[in-house]
């Protein structure tokens, strides 16, 4: 029996272009974490604007195919929803890198490098559940959902070690204000990873 799908396309562009967004805010994580292992040079920023410009390009072309396209893969709200939810990555880390390389000479004793390694595992994750959503198979899409939640865990945790930083009397005033809002910045970052998961688990719910 024929299908739809047999006869207009598999429509395999969107999951092409979905994967592409995600690699494109793991890229963006990567070199997060690259720049804050080297924290005694001025940070680059070319890196994230590159990332940023290929996700903004992707969410073009995904625009275009759904305009142009009859039939989808999955429901068209659910491409638009995870689309939104992986712009909003690399979005949070250029955010993080631009204000970074502007106080840069008040963060030389914060180590920001182990967060930001999670976070980069968080986006590595995230490319997984993505590339899965050929396969819409629930288990392995499972796994890894409960491996991004523990990530975001972790992330919290590491949240109230920075609390005791912050009121441990050892910083003064500026250098308070300035680690506080960096690490929510990641925090952020890292949720943002968190729902780019959820969208694409519940995806994977609907359709197995």
């Known amino acids: ?39 005694d040079r001025q940070p680059a920023l070319d890196a994230f604007k590159l990332a940023r410009q290929r996700e903004r390009d992707v969410s073009i072309q995904l625009s275009q195919e759904l305009v142009d396209s009859f039939i989808t893969p999955i429901e068209r709200e659910d491409i638009e929803a995870l689309a939104s939810a992986l712009h909003k990555i690399p979005k949070q880390v250029e955010k993080f890198a631009d204000r970074y390389a502007l106080a840069t000479q008040h963060l030389e004793h914060i180590d920001f490098a182990p967060r930001a390694a999670m976070l980069e595992q968080a986006a590595s994750v995230v490319v997984k559940m993505v590339r899965q959503l050929r396969n819409l198979k629930l288990e392995p899409m499972k796994a890894l959902s409960d491996e991004l939640r523990a990530l975001e865990n972790d992330a919290d945790r590491l949240m109230l070690e920075l609390y005791r930083d912050i ?16 690490f929510e910045i990641l925090e952020k970052a890292i949720d943002r990873c968190r729902e780019a998961g959820v969208v694409a688990y519940q995806i994977v719910l609907k359709n197995s």
Do not use: P
């Not at 092409?16 to 963006?28: I, V």
């Not at 009121?167 to 960096?182: A, I, N, T, V």
């Open 167 to 182: 009121y441990s009397g050892r910083l003064d005033h500026l250098q308070m204000f300035l680690l506080k809002e960096f």
């Open 1 to 39: 029996m024929f299908s739809l799908q047999t006869i207009f396309g598999q429509g395999n562009q969107f999951y092409s272009l979905l994967e592409e967004a995600a690699l494109a805010a793991h890229d963006s994580a990567k070199a997060l974490h690259a720049m804050l292992k080297e924290a």
